[in-house]
């Protein structure tokens, strides 16, 4: 592990996974950020969404270790299925598991909780001759 990297290689790719399975599923972008938040935390972790590719469908977790900081930035197209609440509850749930020393559980079960709630719901549509 390099000098103040928090991720093995085995973690970046459990990381990776889930990030690829909550994308499949929400059909948004998820970007993680790690590292040290300059300035305002929230205005940081907000500037690092507007600079990601589609921030409108995009979701950002920004964790700063060192000051125990964590902040959650989504776009406005993930805002129509997903509640600020259901953002409350995704990291009230990383809090605990960070506050017990895990990292990365905290960010797969973050990210799999907002991936659930984002996710649009499926609709049923009746076609031709099936009301009658």
């Known amino acids: 592990m390099a000098a103040g990297d928090p991720f093995r290689s085995a973690d970046r790719v459990v990381l990776d996974e889930t990030i690829r399975k909550a994308e499949q599923l929400a059909r948004v972008e998820f970007s993680v950020f790690v590292g040290n ?9 907000a500037g690092l969404h ?3 590719v589609a921030p409108a469908r995009s979701i950002l977790i920004m964790v700063d ?3 125990r ?8 197209y993930v805002r129509r ?5 259901e953002v409350e509850l995704a990291v009230a749930a990383m809090q605990s598991d960070f506050a017990a ?7 797969r079960r973050g990210i799999h909780m907002l991936a659930d709630h984002a996710r649009a719901p499926q609709t049923l549509h009746a076609g031709p001759g099936l009301s009658d």
């Open 50 to 52: 507007a600079a990601l």
């Open 37 to 45: 938040a300059e300035g305002e935390p929230r205005q940081f972790a």
């Open 65 to 67: 270790p060192t000051r």
């Open 69 to 76: 900081l964590l902040e959650v930035v989504t776009g406005s």
């Open 81 to 85: 299925t997903l509640s600020d609440n």
């Open 101 to 107: 020393g895990d990292l990365v559980g905290g960010l």
